[in-house]
Every structure is written in C-alpha cells, then in structure tokens.
C-alpha cells in the first residue's frame, strides 16, 4: 500500500512525496531455540536462529519449526547471550514475537525420506518478551508504565540478575 500526501511549501510550489505503509502480520508464541548462528554478508552480517514453537493442546503439543533472522539490537544483543546455553544443549525456551512470514518448499536430499518435499517457514524475530535457561527465568521483558498508551516500540527492557552474570 502506498499512501500519497502533497504538502504547500513556502515558495507555494506543490511538492508530492511518497511514503510506504505495511499492513503487518505479527506471531506471538513460545518456543524453544535452537541453531544459532552468525551469516556474514558483503554489507554485514547477522544472526539466524531455529525456534520451534509450541502449538495446540497444552498436554500435547505439536511443534512448528521457524527458521528466523533476528531484527534489531535488543532481540541481537538477547540471542547473542543464549548462544552458550543453546551449544552446550540446555534447553531455553523463550517467549517471541514473528514478522514477515514467508513459506518455502524444499526437497529432502538425504536419509529415508530423501526426494520429499517439505515446507519451510521463514520470519524475522522482532521481539524477546522473556528467556528461560532450563527452569531459570532470565529475562523479562518490561512494558514502560505512563499515563499514555506506548507504542510497541516504546517498551523498555530489563534482565534479571543471573542472565547478566552469562558471559
């Protein structure tokens, strides 16, 4: 969608400028991380992670796999420091927030199922809203408290204690 404003400039000459809107299609769940790793590019680099999410029954769950590039400092910096925890294979279950979701179809080139097709979900990982390390909760997420209803962006955030002390 792309929205068209013209604007009376001082010398009274029209001048017409172009902004992009989006409509926004947004996942919110948990799921457990996995495969985090860093892809360097020729204009930089960034991190790219597995999260398995939990859907359905709470007794028993099916799990969605999401391949995600990670989007901004915050969530960056938040993965960076579960990337010790996620090699030596503990658990960390985190709660998230998924954009841009796209799908691709791929075909299996090895093992028993070799020449079938499976789908791929991709997304970007915009938001870190807590971090569990096995049964430790350490980060959370703190929504800044006004008098005026935040932007989504306007959310501060805090660690707890034991999550600081990680290398």
Same mark, same amino acid.
């Given at each position: 969608m792309t929205a068209t404003t013209t604007n009376n400039a001082a010398n009274n000459a029209n001048t017409t400028s172009t902004k992009a809107e989006y409509f926004n299609l947004n996942i919110k769940g948990l799921g457990y991380l996995s495969n985090i790793r860093r892809i360097e590019t020729l204009n930089g680099g960034f991190l790219s992670v597995v999260i398995n999410a939990l859907s359905g029954p709470t007794d028993s769950p099916t799990y969605v796999r999401f391949d995600a590039t990670?989007? /901004?400092k915050e969530a960056t910096d938040l993965i960076s420091r579960c990337q010790k925890a996620v090699e030596e294979d503990q658990k960390v +279950? +985190? /709660?998230?927030?998924?954009s841009n979701l796209t799908s691709d179809i791929f075909t299996l080139n090895k093992g028993e199922h070799a020449g079938e097709q499976r789908v791929s979900l991709k997304a970007r990982l915009i938001k870190v809203d807590w971090i569990k390390i096995g049964q430790a909760m350490v980060y959370k997420a703190k929504c800044v408290e006004s008098t005026h209803r935040p932007k989504l962006n306007q959310a501060k955030f805090m660690l707890i204690?034991?999550?600081?002390?990680?290398?």
């Open positions: 990670v989007a /901004g +279950l +985190l /709660g998230f927030t998924l204690t034991p999550f600081n002390k990680m290398p």
